[in-house]
Structures are given as structure tokens and as C-alpha cells.
């Protein structure tokens, strides 16, 4: 179905070594998912469903990939490629939670537990996030001002000593503990 279908090379975010880029082509199909139906002696035949994306991807490597992606009519091509190469991010997401947090250690019994434990692993790692994004953006803002038009012998006159653990999250108001002793 995608033979007569226009190829297009696509970009969809940056990697570690550069722009992400394939080749991409999509057609509106209907899958045959539809309720079952028996037709003659052909046992039980499944009528056309709802209309998706078929999406084919041709690598640089000159592998294949074919995809169905429910979203809309009106999407285009390059949002039905960032879609489908969402879903790596979402992976590794959930295998740092796995390996690094724990989410697969729980070993209670109840519903509520595992949400529980889901939950703060889930906050675990969005702190861990935050920490090493902002770690990240002031590497690049020194990059930056190391770089500049400043003459490199002069050393700065006055410099505040960092403190990254303050800054990574805001500060709280200390709470008054008459009010919360019971």
C-alpha cells in the first residue's frame, strides 16, 4: 500500500549524535479489526474497522518499519513520525525506573501499596530529572560565557560560591512547630 505513497525525509528531534532523520510515508487504510463476521465456509472473517495511519520508515541502515497509529485525518507526517519515536523515551523512562528506582521491587499485596511505591518511585525520578537537567543547562551557560569576548587573563573579581543543592529545588518556608506538634 505504500509503494505509490510520496517518501519524505523527516526530522524529529535531536540526538546524541545529531538530527534524527528516515525516510517516512503514510496512507489512511482501514484495518480489517472490525467485528467478526462468518462468511460461507471461511470461518470467522473480521469486517474493516476504524480508519488509521499506516506509516512505513526506511532507515539509513536500510531497515524497515511499518506502524498504525490512530491519530487524526488532519496530522502530518512529521507529527506521525515524532509519535512513533516518542515511544523510545518512554522506554527508557520506564526502564531507569526499573533498574535505578525499584519500581519492580515491590513485593506487597495490595493495590493501594503499589501505587504507593509506583508513585514515589515516579517522584524519585522526576527529582532526579530535574537535578540533572538543570546540571546540565548551567554546563552550558558556563560553556557559553567561557567562550565569550572576555579577555581569558582576567579572572573575575567576585564570585558567589554555588550551592547546586539549593539550587536545583526552590526553598521551602520553614513551618512553625507549635502548629504542627499534636
Given at each position: 500500500m505504500l509503494a505509490d505513497a510520496k517518501w519524505q525525509n523527516v526530522s524529529w528531534r535531536n540526538g546524541t549524535k545529531g538530527r534524527l532523520k528516515a525516510r517516512f510515508a503514510a496512507v489512511r487504510v482501514r484495518a480489517a479489526d472490525g467485528p467478526p463476521q462468518r462468511i460461507w465456509d471461511k470461518g470467522q472473517q473480521h469486517l474493516p474497522g476504524d480508519e488509521a495511519w499506516l506509516i512505513g520508515e526506511h532507515r539509513t541502515s536500510g531497515?524497515?518499519?511499518?506502524?498504525?497509529?490512530?491519530?487524526?485525518?488532519?496530522?502530518?507526517?512529521?507529527?506521525l513520525a515524532a509519535t512513533i519515536k516518542a515511544r523510545w523515551i518512554c522506554e527508557q523512562a520506564h526502564q531507569q525506573l526499573k533498574e535505578e528506582l525499584g519500581l519492580d521491587h515491590f513485593e506487597g499485596r495490595s493495590w493501594r501499596g503499589l501505587h504507593r511505591h509506583a508513585l514515589m518511585t515516579m517522584i524519585a525520578y522526576a527529582f532526579l530529572?530535574?537535578?540533572?537537567?538543570?546540571?546540565?543547562r548551567r554546563k552550558k551557560k558556563n560553556q557559553r560565557t567561557t567562550a565569550?569576548?572576555?579577555?581569558?587573563?582576567?579572572?573575575?573579581?567576585?564570585?558567589?560560591?554555588?550551592?547546586s543543592?539549593?539550587?536545583?529545588?526552590?526553598?521551602?518556608?520553614?513551618?512553625?512547630?507549635r502548629r504542627t506538634a499534636a
Open positions: 531497515e524497515k518499519k511499518y506502524y498504525l497509529a490512530n491519530l487524526p485525518a488532519a496530522a502530518d507526517l512529521r507529527a530529572q530535574h537535578r540533572r537537567l538543570s546540571k546540565a565569550s569576548t572576555k579577555p581569558a587573563s582576567r579572572a573575575p573579581r567576585h564570585r558567589r560560591p554555588h550551592n543543592a539549593a539550587s536545583a529545588m526552590p526553598v521551602l518556608p520553614k513551618m512553625d512547630r
